[in-house]
């Protein structure tokens, strides 16, 4: 007999969060500074990016030279976490690719995050075209969230007036690098818009708030900033929100399970310290999870009790279902005009410089919906994987005497060659909308659990023509774009590689697994991101999207966690949570 | 213009270049003392989990080349980024130390680099009756002649051709990543400043002013 036991407290929260990210960071902090006591778990470590952060690192600091041997990103990148987590399997059924990347951290993925900040647009919350579920929500109930967002935490951009690519509050944006030129230039002549990026990084002081400060432009956001001049939940929400006093972090915390009563109300939630391995449950009057997508449906689908035999808020089935990832597909090539270039510092800010917002009308296209494409190249920071390939460079361009090279090589020659391409590449990628469809989910493996004994996530997910298509179209525009960079690049991805789509997951933008409706039979939550079939339960990361645009998740997930914490604050006020 | 100076004037406020400054403490001392490839085994790092403290501590106290493997990759090294005008050597930025840990720390190089020097002992072997090492620099050269350049190699040396771009892009990821590599390169970010756009006179270099 073990001495294994459940440790109970006798204290009752007024809420208790589940993730630290940027939706339950953002409940946190709205219901914090309002004066509501909060416990928040976080599955994983504490995270300080002014203590924790590995910016401004040398690549000699690391024996690896900043490769991503532990850390898919790199050494230096802030997430802990990665595709695959030491006793915490997923699973996959029917050849399914998916692959799901988890942040084990304070903040979650927002500490590594690209901080592209995109609000999605009036035909993304209901489209056009019909083909998908409208949100019960329009764009114009989220805009006065994504201003407050905006204000609250900063985003630089540029007022354009596109119509689903909605304006924000805009500090001054980073200006275009050199190699970012000759994208804009070479996009504008295939008719691809550019505009300035969007990003949650300060580029000026942010109003009211000492303790962040303006960036210092080493284009390292994806380390997490020590002088929080970039966004991450940490940063940004949870720290400060700990400062009221308010609200409390248990760190370690891995949640097991949402409890409920026999009327089926949530009471509050139990968890494994992962420190001492001993089982806790704490309560709540009221329970928000925002532990992500896929593990939001993950905890309710194992809150099974008699009131919720097919797990919490799930009496219609969609608990799980819908689960989507923007697309991905990708191309990169470098400029000989750029060959033996000026050196100066060229680091600029840790999002991008510029992109191109959907451009196109699909009604002339054998697809639905679209993608924006992101840019970058310049002169950045030697790391692991520098000069790798020359020799598909080198045989390119003629020598420094004129004369064409033999690929390869090595020598003085050689050593020349490293300095003449430094900074001379670029890369472009597209992000673009996957149809949220039902056959593709995930479920609990009914034979698999983690090494803390919860069952663990399997996942369907299969791209239809339509992604595949869409990638196409990508790759047909990047090579449009390139050849009139004048670039020298490798031709388009192919079929073979259903033109470079991206396996769903890898762009870590995955929503939609505990979708918001009217309807209580087809949907899981209502507008507030309200359980229909649990009142003082919500969810507060992406699983609540109905059908993501081809806009980055986080703004949203920001805006619509802040509506709900305000609209629970307004309930307590009236006693109804 | 010292560190705090140069904050000053990038415009900082006192409040951040103070954080900064605090955050980077341990950092400059370390840059300051280190030569270029040592990096420090670690105790207890701020924003590293214990699981790679202890991954990075075992890597170091394992061994994987032996000698005569690690005596080949210092010519092979020396040979692919040889000393000149500008800097030194792949084996002056303690390239082959590198290559030692990476192969410990990414297995996949394991099997082709090892098999990769075996390779190209036999060849030398066959044809000089010596190892690589042993044999004269004009011998050396001829072999690595026949696969430095992919295009024109001969089929039957494939093997040794993914060999050398394998040991070349090493080589390349081992010297440019110190500070003697910074140098050459000419890198001179990862310092705190004020990005204000591409400055105007290479705007003018490439016609891009009005873009």
């Known amino acids: ?577 | 213009m010292n560190r705090r100076d140069s904050l000053k004037a990038l415009g900082l406020s006192t409040l951040s270049a103070g954080l900064l400054l605090e955050a980077c403490k341990t950092d400059t001392t370390k840059t300051a003392e280190t030569a270029d490839t040592k990096t420090e085994t670690a105790e207890a790092e701020p924003g590293r989990q214990p699981y790679e403290i202890e991954r990075d501590k075992k890597l170091h106290a394992d061994k994987f080349f032996t000698t005569a493997e690690m005596l080949t990759i210092t010519v092979l090294g020396d040979i692919i980024i040889p000393k000149d005008e500008k800097s030194g050597s792949a084996s002056d930025a303690k390239v082959p130390d590198f290559i030692e840990f990476i192969v410990k720390d990414i297995p996949e190089h394991q099997t082709p680099m090892r098999g990769g020097l075996r390779w190209l002992d036999v060849q030398c072997l066959n044809r000089y009756n010596k190892i690589f090492t042993d044999c004269t620099s004009a011998q050396q050269i001829e072999l690595i002649d026949m696969i430095a350049y992919p295009k024109k190699a001969k089929p039957e040396m494939a093997q040794g051709v993914a060999f050398f771009n394998r040991m070349r892009d090493l080589t390349a990821s081992g010297f440019f990543t110190t500070k003697m590599g910074f140098h050459d390169v000419g890198y001179v970010g990862n310092a705190p400043n004020k990005w204000t756009g591409v400055p105007p006179d290479i705007l003018k270099q490439y016609g891009m002013e009005n873009v």
């Open chain 1, 1 to 577: 007999m073990s001495d294994l036991q459940i440790k109970k407290s006798s204290e009752t929260y007024d809420v208790v969060i589940v993730g630290s990210g940027a939706g339950g960071g953002m409940a946190g902090y709205v219901l914090a500074n309002a004066g509501v006591k909060v416990l928040m778990l976080e599955a994983g470590a504490y995270f300080d990016p002014q203590k924790d952060s590995q910016q401004l690192k040398f690549p000699w600091e690391s024996p690896r030279r900043g490769a991503g041997t532990t850390r898919p990103f790199g050494d230096f990148d802030a997430a802990y976490g990665g595709w695959q987590l030491e006793g915490e399997p997923y699973t996959t059924k029917d050849n399914t690719d998916f692959q799901w990347f988890r942040s084990r951290m304070l903040g979650g993925k927002t500490n590594h995050w690209g901080r592209i900040s995109l609000r999605m647009g009036p035909h993304d919350f209901k489209a056009k075209d019909g083909l998908t579920d409208d949100w019960p929500i329009t764009y114009d109930e989220v805009k006065p969230y994504y201003d407050k967002v905006d204000r609250l935490i900063g985003i630089y951009g540029s007022k354009e007036n596109l119509e689903n690519e909605p304006d924000g509050i805009f500090m001054a944006p980073p200006k275009p690098r050199l190699n970012e030129l000759f994208i804009k230039q070479g996009a504008q002549k295939a008719g691809v818009k550019v505009i300035p990026g969007r990003g949650a990084v300060l580029t000026e002081a942010l109003p009211g708030n000492k303790d962040r400060s303006p960036c210092f432009y080493c284009g390292q956001c994806g380390r997490s900033c020590k002088i929080y001049g970039d966004f991450s939940a940490s940063s940004c929400l949870v720290i400060p929100a700990v400062k009221t006093g308010n609200l409390k972090v248990i760190t370690n915390a891995m949640v097991r399970e949402v409890l409920t009563n026999k009327e089926g109300v949530a009471t509050g939630v139990s968890y494994v310290n992962k420190e001492d391995m001993l089982e806790y449950q704490v309560n709540a009057k009221t329970v928000i999870l925002g532990a992500s997508a896929a593990e939001s449906a993950r905890i309710l689908l194992n809150s099974r009790s008699e009131a919720h035999p097919g797990g919490l808020a799930n009496s219609s089935g969609v608990v799980g279902r819908y689960l989507h990832d923007s697309t991905g597909s990708s191309a990169g090539g470098f400029l000989p005009q750029l060959l033996d270039r000026k050196r100066y510092n060229e680091d600029g800010a840790g999002s991008v410089h510029i992109y191109s917002p959907w451009w196109l009308d699909n009604k002339k296209l054998d697809f639905p919906r679209g993608y924006h494409i992101e840019y970058g190249g310049g002169l950045h920071m030697p790391s692991y994987g520098f000069g790798s390939g020359i020799q598909n460079m080198n045989g390119m361009v003629p020598g420094r005497d004129g004369k064409m090279k033999e690929a390869g090589g090595y020598g003085a020659g050689l050593k020349d060659d490293y300095r003449r391409f430094f900074g001379a590449q670029f890369g472009m990628a597209g992000r673009g909308t996957a149809i949220a469809r039902y056959d593709n989910y995930c479920e609990i493996d009914p034979q698999v659990v983690d090494k803390y004994g919860i069952p663990v996530l399997r996942f369907h997910y299969k791209w239809a023509p339509d992604e595949i298509k869409q990638a196409k179209h990508m790759q047909e525009t990047f090579q449009e774009i390139m050849h009139n960079m004048g670039a020298i690049y490798a031709g388009p991805q192919g079929a073979d590689t259903n033109y470079g789509l991206e396996a769903p997951g890898k762009i870590i933008h995955e929503v939609g697994t505990v979708r918001m409706g009217d309807d209580p039979k087809k949907s899981a939550l209502n507008k507030w991101c309200q359980a229909h079939d649990c009142k003082n339960l919500f969810v507060v990361d992406a699983a609540p999207f109905v059908q993501q645009g081809d806009k980055n998740a986080t703004w949203t997930i920001l805006a619509l966690s802040m509506r709900t914490a305000e609209y629970i604050l307004q309930e307590r006020k009236k006693l109804n949570v």
